[in-house]
């Protein structure tokens, strides 16, 4: 888990910190103030030096595409991460964890060398012009923590992007729920084996029933081909995920991934979004207590004043040791940070104080 975050020269953070981070943390604040982009910088860390977590955060967004000349490809896929879409910065994430070691990782562009070999071995090796299908620069991300140091390239050509080398697996698990990307079923169903193999199926299946109280079982069956959890209400045949509302599906997801990120983090962007208020109260019951049994850091995001208020109900009942909210700000060209804990959002939300 992560006790504070750094970050510098990432999207809308020149200079930023966020501290006293807790088991439960709420992120609130005014459109385009940098709530997703704090996911992202998390979602980064996470994965280590892993720069396809980059693609995926694009592709949550809607850019996808890449055909045409690699140097506009580069430009319109890596310029978003940096300041002001200036990609001269220096991207820095740094990350204290509660064992008190110190994870970091540095993102830039970097020029592309090639040598040419001249048939003659016996010449000098000398540096050559990139191919034509080559931008010439490559996304470099080093990695530390501790005495271990990863770097990775990210680079574009005709034949789309290449990572290399491949990097190894992060420290701890986590997810990303976000709310641009839509769902993949062959993932949910991938997810919710892993917890069936381990008789842990029926556990998400109780806290579906919040939504749907006619759920009684969840299934992964192939339906044409395609693997997909199929959900057991009543009916004479089991009615693929896909196919019920939204609110379930995303709620199936955010348990789905707190059940599989035991000791990691798990990200999830609008909390709110495709569940209906009369159910909060007991959304929110369901996400701490997971957290709790799978021992997993929370970030959420919300414009919610319902949720908040939720949150701080939810707070009181003791089900969690700590609960942090923060309120990010836009102080002309910084953002800056509002922070509330556990007691102190409580006595904001009772007193009708403005905390989104």
Not at 42 to 71: E, K, M, Q
Not at 200 to 211: A, F, H, N, P
Request: charged share 20%; proline share 5%; with cysteine.
């Amino acid at each position: 888990m992560y006790k504070s975050i750094k970050i510098s020269n990432f999207k809308v953070f020149e200079n930023f910190k966020i501290e006293g981070l807790s088991e439960i943390n709420v992120i609130t604040g005014m459109n385009n103030v940098g709530k997703t982009n704090l996911l992202e910088s998390v979602y980064l860390l996470i994965g280590c030096s892993n720069l396809a977590l980059l693609l995926n955060i694009n592709s949550s967004r809607g850019l996808t595409s890449f055909a045409g000349d690699p140097a506009i490809i580069q430009e319109a896929m890596v310029s978003p991460f940096f300041l002001n879409l200036q990609t001269d910065h220096t991207i820095t994430l740094e990350g204290e964890l509660t064992d008190g070691s110190v994870v970091k990782s540095i993102i830039k562009l970097e020029p592309e060398k090639y040598l040419i070999v001249p048939p003659d071995k016996s010449s000098a090796v000398k540096p050559s012009a990139p191919p034509p299908d080559i931008t010439g620069q490559k996304l470099t991300l080093t990695f530390s923590h501790g005495s271990q140091q990863v770097k990775t390239s990210l680079s574009f050509g005709q034949q789309g992007p290449r990572i290399e080398p491949i990097p190894p697996a992060p420290l701890f698990r986590g997810h990303f729920v976000s709310s641009h990307a839509s769902l993949n079923p062959l993932e949910e169903a991938t997810l919710f084996s892993e917890r069936e193999k381990i008789g842990e199926g029926q556990s998400i299946v109780e806290s579906l029933k919040i939504l749907e109280p006619k759920l009684k079982r969840l299934a992964v069956l192939v339906s044409a081909g395609n693997s997909l959890i199929h959900a057991d209400i009543g009916l004479q045949k089991m009615v693929p995920l896909p196919l019920m509302g939204d609110g379930l599906r995303r709620m199936t997801k955010i348990l789905l991934a707190i059940a599989n990120s035991p000791n990691g983090v798990v990200l999830i962007d609008d909390i709110e979004f495709g569940i209906h208020h009369s159910n909060i109260l007991k959304i929110w019951r369901s996400i701490v207590n997971a957290a709790t049994r799978s021992k997993t850091q929370i970030f959420v995001t919300t414009h919610s004043y319902e949720w908040i208020r939720g949150a701080a109900d939810i707070a009181k009942e003791s089900l969690i040791s700590n609960m942090s909210l923060y309120r990010l700000e836009r102080d002309n060209s910084q953002i800056k940070i509002i922070s509330y804990d556990r007691e102190s959002l409580g006595s904001a939300v009772e007193a009708d104080l403005e905390v989104r």
